[in-house]
């Protein structure tokens, strides 16, 4: 009886020891909440006091020099194996980086480029423009190390660590390809997961397919009233554009007058815009750009009216960023705004 209760004994602190050591194995992701918060910080000038000050749990274990307007850090979280890739999204400024972000990346979407990190599916393509930004940040280089991104995954990151590639608005957009890059090309089997904010379309509907194989339980977030994750969809982005008010700016019917004029409104010309693309075939059906509707994750604005009558461009144009901006994400999943 006793010989039996010894082996019982033995047996269940192998269990309890298998359990706990699986634990420690697999780190669980950090969370949406904790993630969109790097994302505040990577905005910052001051990297390294930011991080001191509002997110002191992390340390920063990646930190390269920008490539052509593109930027992206590793951070880690203190005494545990949870990491994250975060990606910058626009500079929002009059510079050589701003004039590459905005010009040759974010609206670069009229051709496409095959996307080659595809697991089974075929005829995937990204846009050239996040293609772009895609290669440079492929040529990141650790100030520290001299180690591109997949290099330092590789020779400095465990495993069985947990890794959340992220980014908002074209940082979002670009952690599209590079998060099925690595999974894809990483040598060994790593534990990745993709959240985004505000992100734009990256590809096709293939493109999209493969995300979804790769990461299933993915997390795309959208604020109702944000332009930037419906684009490149100009029906979407003239739905929202009528809403907003844009036609008290612009005035399209006096401009254009007559008969025309009388019906016309900015919702309207961006319909007639996305009706010419697809009747010309310049985007043909299997290079339109479709988001993830599975990884969507709707956040509904606090405060979605717009303003009213005549108004100022820059006014308008000021309360649409208002449901774009990274803070707004980070309100919405339970943050706060980082001064």
Request: with cysteine; proline share 4%.
């Amino acid at each position: 009886m006793k010989l039996t209760n010894i082996y019982f004994l033995m047996a269940a602190m192998a269990i309890f020891f298998a359990c706990n050591t699986k634990k420690k194995d697999a780190p669980s992701f950090l969370t949406a909440k904790e993630v969109v918060q790097l994302n505040q910080l990577i905005y910052k000038n001051n990297l390294a006091d930011s991080f001191v000050k509002y997110a002191p749990e992390y340390e920063v274990v990646f930190q390269p020099q920008a490539v052509n307007g593109n930027y992206a850090i590793i951070a880690k979280k203190v005494n545990a194996e949870q990491y994250a890739l975060i990606i910058r999204g626009s500079v929002i400024e009059f510079s050589n980086e701003g004039f590459q972000n905005f010009f040759l990346q974010d609206f670069n979407i009229f051709t496409m480029k095959d996307w080659a990190y595809a697991d089974t599916v075929k005829k995937a393509y990204i846009s050239r423009g996040t293609y772009i930004g895609f290669q440079n940040l492929l040529q990141l280089k650790d100030v520290a190390t001299g180690l591109s991104l997949k290099e330092y995954i590789e020779k400095n990151i465990p495993e069985q660590a947990s890794i959340v590639v992220t980014g908002h608005s074209l940082g979002g957009n670009l952690a599209y390809p590079l998060a099925g890059y690595l999974k894809k090309d990483l040598p060994a089997k790593r534990r990745i997961q993709l959240i985004t904010f505000g992100a734009p379309a990256a590809g096709n509907a293939a493109f999209v397919q493969d995300l979804e194989e790769k990461f299933p339980d993915a997390e795309r977030y959208a604020i109702d009233n944000d332009i930037a994750p419906m684009f490149p969809d100009l029906k979407e982005i003239g739905n929202i554009s009528a809403k907003m008010g844009l036609d008290s700016v612009l005035h399209l019917g006096d401009i254009i007058g007559g008969d025309i004029g009388k019906n016309l409104n900015a919702g309207n010309l961006l319909n007639i815009a996305s009706e010419i693309l697809d009747k010309t075939n310049i985007l043909d059906e299997s290079r339109k750009y479709v988001q993830s509707q599975k990884h969507l994750r709707p956040l509904a604005g606090k405060d979605t009216s717009f303003p009213k009558g005549a108004v100022s461009a820059e006014l308008l144009f000021n309360r649409a960023y208002q449901f774009h901006k990274v803070d707004m994400y980070a309100i919405m999943l339970g943050g706060k705004v980082l001064e």
